[in-house]
């Protein structure tokens, strides 16, 4: 059952802040992601508190949620934010996030997104390889500006997690070895239109135990000092994202924000270095639901499938990663329950949205809650199986917009064209 005070039962019905989900399933239809604005907040509100006393700046990674309703929320909060695309940097500025407070991540950036970036006054660029400190060189000379760089080290720390969202050992791509951060640093430092400000890392996602972090920490911060009493005048660390959720309700976070915190503290709190957050799932997560109704429910063997009108394109992260997510009834009984895995329309055994979820009996047409939703939800989703892009909307106390709205079949073809001359050669 749900936990947080921004998404629970009223009475019988479940509530997203005071507004009931079975209204916005009236008012915007099914399937809906749902967030609330004040949960959202209160995240911000309790990172920032758990590291008032270091010189911390959180940067929102948008590719959590990048809908520009959230990014507009966390920037009125004084979020900056961590983005790897051209068009996340796009959102980001759309929102009212200034490019000086942006920091640019990700493993392979192309020459036009580097020359917009540096045009935006991008506060960082994280440099991830060898070859993309020149190429950024280049451009910036071109220009006649100077890129301030971050160098992103790999540590090789396994933050085990699930292999698909690892991002810190020699396996992945991401970075360069640790190992190679003073010949980077030396050759960053001989180019004119290049200035080096730090060093950046990120482990993985949906962390959540503080040993990674303990030892990529440990590791960033010895390899800092040793630069540093080299001569490199390192101001910024970037320490990346990464911190988890609880996806399974019942189930206690085992790392929480504040041992997360202590954690920071314990390797940089006596260093000198300005600390760059890159916080995407925590801030957003556990704020939204995707909301779905039941289409029909069938039978199996000793299987009971509801089939539901969100699937897999709306919500990847189960089929991608074997992701567990609780489902909930939207009007709460007190029937027997019995385990029912919950299935979208989708034509591939993979748009399994969970299994052994324990449900009430249920007809065609009743709402489910799928819950912790609000992050790698709808910024994953896709049009896979013709289906339109699912819309998004945003709660804040007794108010509610779509922050998205849903698209039209027409829509959906506009970009598409038939060249004439398909039907020409069948002429011939
Ligand atoms: N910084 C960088 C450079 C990143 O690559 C990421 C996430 C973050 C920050 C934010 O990490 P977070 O705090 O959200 O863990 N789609 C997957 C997650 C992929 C994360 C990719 N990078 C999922 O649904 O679990």
């Not at 799932?281 to 039941?294: F, N, Q, Y």
Request: aromatic share 6%; net charge negative.
């Amino acid at each position: 059952m749900p936990t947080t005070w921004h998404i629970r039962y009223q009475g019988d019905l479940l509530h997203i802040e005071d507004i009931a989900l079975s209204a916005i399933a009236d008012a915007f239809e099914t399937p809906c992601y749902c967030y609330s604005a004040a949960g959202i907040r209160t995240q911000y509100e309790a990172f920032t508190h758990a590291l008032k006393d270091l010189p911390a700046t959180i940067h929102y990674s948008v590719k959590a949620n990048p809908s520009l309703a959230v990014l507009r929320l966390l920037a009125n909060q004084g979020s900056g934010a961590d983005v790897v695309s051209r068009g996340e940097i796009h959102r980001a500025l759309a929102a009212g996030i200034p490019g000086g407070k942006i920091i640019f991540s990700g493993a392979g950036k192309s020459p036009d997104e580097l020359a917009y970036a540096l045009d935006t006054g991008i506060a960082q660029i994280n440099v991830e390889s060898h070859e993309e400190l020149e190429q950024l060189a280049e451009i910036a000379a071109s220009k006649n500006t100077t890129a301030r760089v971050a160098v992103r080290v790999n540590p090789d720390i396994d933050a085990q997690t699930h292999k698909k969202i690892t991002t810190g050992t020699t396996d992945n791509k991401f970075g360069i070895p640790w190992q190679e951060a003073e010949t980077f640093l030396r050759r960053a430092s001989s180019l004119p239109s290049i200035e080096t400000v730090g060093l950046a890392m990120h482990i993985g996602s949906q962390i959540v135990k503080p040993s990674p972090f303990d030892d990529a920490f440990a590791r960033l911060a010895a390899l800092a000092e040793e630069m540093r009493s080299k001569g490199f005048p390192l101001q910024t660390l970037d320490l990346g994202g990464g911190l988890g959720t609880n996806y399974e309700n019942d189930a206690p976070l085992k790392l929480k924000l504040e041992d997360y915190a202590n954690t920071i503290r314990k390797h940089f709190g006596a260093l000198p270095y300005r600390l760059l957050l890159e916080p995407g799932r925590a801030l957003v997560a556990d704020s939204g639901v995707l909301l779905t109704r039941v289409l029909q429910e069938k039978h199996s063997g000793t299987k009971r499938f509801l089939i539901v009108d969100a699937a897999m394109n709306d919500l990847m992260r189960p089929a991608l990663y074997d992701a567990h997510h609780d489902i909930v009834p939207v009007v709460r009984t007190d029937a027997p329950l019995s385990p029912a895995e919950v299935v979208g329309p989708v034509c591939e055994t993979s748009d399994t949205l969970a299994r052994n979820i324990p449900l009430p009996p249920l007809a065609s047409g009743d709402l489910l809650a799928i819950l912790q939703a609000g992050a790698y939800g709808a910024s994953l989703a896709s049009m896979y199986n013709s289906r339109l892009r699912v819309p998004e909307v945003l709660v804040s106390g007794s108010k509610m917009a779509a922050v998205y709205r849903r698209p039209d079949y027409d829509e959906m073809l506009k970009p598409e064209c038939i060249p004439e001359w398909l039907d020409e050669d069948i002429a011939k």
